[in-house]
């Protein structure tokens, strides 16, 4: 009896277990892989999480008989091949672990592809493999166009509204998806990436929007702002980083061996970004010859996977070298090429930074030639195209420039332009501020007014061979035509002959854009003289030596007038032609009191036709023989201690200033920008242990230089 009851008891044990098994869902045993994707037109995300013990360092992925892949994209420390099979193998030498995730992003010749797929963990072995449907985003309506003229029902950008960007990793040159929440309802915004705005849209009855956007394909691959703005001006931003459009899986691996950035005829001074083509994963080699066959230079560079290279710093030709022919043999290891350049010099004005990149806090210099005996207005701007300092400089007997900014510890970084113009002539100098500069985009028109018979010629300067985007604004702020596609020599320049047959007289705008860089110039159409009445004003009767002066006015609208600055002598020092706009107004910003002004009462006159208005301004300026230091007691500051007062009167750009022991030994160092009025008045503290003694203060600016002594007690 005992042994069949005991034979039951294990035979009901073993079938109460079975249930059990059956019964429990498979998900609580299943630790694999997880795999998600989300589909935007022919760009499928797909996501895989690590949910196994097992460490992931490879994945495979393919696609049915009806999909093929065109390019992909994986996130850093990722590498990807596609085999002649069409299989596309991601591998990577930082393993994925538990509970991590990775992204990959793929583009197929059709929408929402089934990609099959397998994860290879750290021991070659299979560790889960299925397949993925891409997820689709609710269906919205593209709306890529800019527009004007909004209208704001109330406030737009509140203190809650968030948006985002899909995918968090997009490339320059993809389409976006752009969603967010808590906005003004039922308003316009417009969408912006830094400064280039590139569309517009709609929020609903509930302050929502979800709207699809195209970053522009030749937009950097760097840190980016992407904005929301209202109509008051108000924003709402995200920073992310671009990544380099797309990896695109190679046709051909003979990848020919070319190099731009290298034009045939090179002045002193000129900034060059040289890069090119050759054998991928490889480096490319360039050997530098004179005439006479003398090496004097050899640059390497990396050549990545897709067969592109750079070199890792831009090239600015000195000052002082010879003029003649060069060459440079550029190899791949392939195959060769010979280039062959021309320094000469048919330039008036040759300016150069002293180095290519600076620090925060120092100072920057720049010095080159120009005309003898003429002025030259200089102008910096920041990489915003905020003007930070400008002068009009008179041009001694030797044609030597040098020019200084100091800059701060809480200076923008970026590119700075140094903006030197005279007479007719006017050059771009570019030098970088905490990173090395990148080459902007600039036009220019070849004149301000032109008839509607006229066909406008456009310059441009920029990168070697890079692709510039033209749009015109008309008068009433809206895009005029298409965006027109403009392409640069190897000399970084190029001409537009802009047709105006069908231009309504009025003020446009010209805005060219390369990625997030843009410049604008405003030209006018069908203006005419002598129409009226003209009064004008500044918004002050007297100015200092450097300081800015702003001309307003009234006139009829739409008038073309000349404005022209006189100094005491009746000499011209500015003239510049300007208009008033469609309600008549005036607004003349870009004149200024040159550093070396005289006193007196100077003149502006605003002429259109036969109608005229002139106004004085009195200009003051105190004449010194070089530079004068004075230094007196300061008050004591609590917690720092005594003080002396330094002021020194005469002086221009940055003001570097040494305070000297009677021992030789250079006790402190400073450095000061000196006002528009050429001065300096700063306090100095005296360090604790100071010896009681005469002390010498030395000064030197730009220009000139000067010193005194005094007693610290």
Known sequence: MNKPSMRGILLSIVLLFSIALISIPPDVYAQGINAESVGLEETTIIEFTNDSDEEINSFRIWLGADFNFKSFKTEKGWVGEKTPQGVIIFTTSESIKKGESVKFGVKTDNKNP??????????????????????????????????????????????????????????????????????????????????????????????????????????????????????????????????????????????????????????????????????????????????????????????????????????????????????????????????????????????????????????????????????????LEDPQGKELFSDIIQVDESGFIEFEYKTEQSSAKGTYTLIATQEKDTEFIYAGLGQLPTIPVNLEFDKLNYSTADTAMISFTGKASEIISLLIIDPSDKPKGDTISIKLEPDGTAEYELDLSGYASGVYSAVASKGSAQSSEIFTVGLQTGSGEIQINTTKLSYAPGDSVLILGDTAKNVLLTVTMKDPDGNIVKERQTFSDKNGKISEGSFRIPSEAKSGMWTITAKSGSNFDTIEIEVISTVTEGIQISVQKGADIPGYGKTLQIKIVGVSQTVNIDIISEEGEIIESLSFQASSQGEINQPWIIPKDTEPGTYTIKVHDAFTSGETTFEIE
């Open 114 to 379: 089934g990609i099959n797929w397998k994860a290879i963990d750290i021991k070659s072995n299979e560790q889960d493999t299925g397949k993925v449907l891409p997820k689709e985003l609710p269906p919205v309506v593209e709306n890529t166009e800019i527009k004007s003229g909004k209208t704001s029902t109330g406030a737009g950008i509140l203190s809650d509204s968030i948006f985002r960007i899909i995918p968090e990793k997009p490339n320059a040159g993809s389409s976006i998806r752009v969603t967010g929440d808590n906005f003004g309802a039922s308003q316009e915004f417009d969408f912006y990436i830094d400064n280039s705005k590139i569309g517009s849209f709609e929020t609903d009855e509930n302050g929502h929007f979800m709207t699809t956007m195209k970053i522009p394909e030749n937009q950097d691959a760097e840190r980016v702002d992407f904005k929301v703005k209202d109509s008051d001006g108000e924003e709402k931003k995200i920073s992310l980083r671009l990544g380099q459009v797309e990896n695109r899986i190679p046709i051909a691996e003979n990848i020919k061996l070319t190099i731009k950035g290298i034009p045939d005829v090179i002045h002193r001074g000129d900034f060059l970004e040289i890069s090119g083509t050759g054998k991928p994963n490889s480096a490319v080699t360039a050997e530098i010859k004179t005439e006479d066959g003398k090496i004097i230079n050899s640059r390497t560079a990396e050549i990545d996977a897709k067969g592109n290279w750079k070199l890792a710093e831009p090239i600015i030709i000195p000052l002082d070298t010879p003029f003649g022919k060069y060459s440079a043999t550029i190899t791949d290891g392939r195959e060769n090429i010979l280039k062959s350049w021309t320094v000469e010099t048919d330039k008036k004005i040759i300016i150069a930074p002293s180095e290519l990149k600076f620090e925060l806090g120092e100072i920057m210099q720049f010095n080159g030639t120009a005309v003898p005996n003429k002025p030259i207005e200089i102008v």
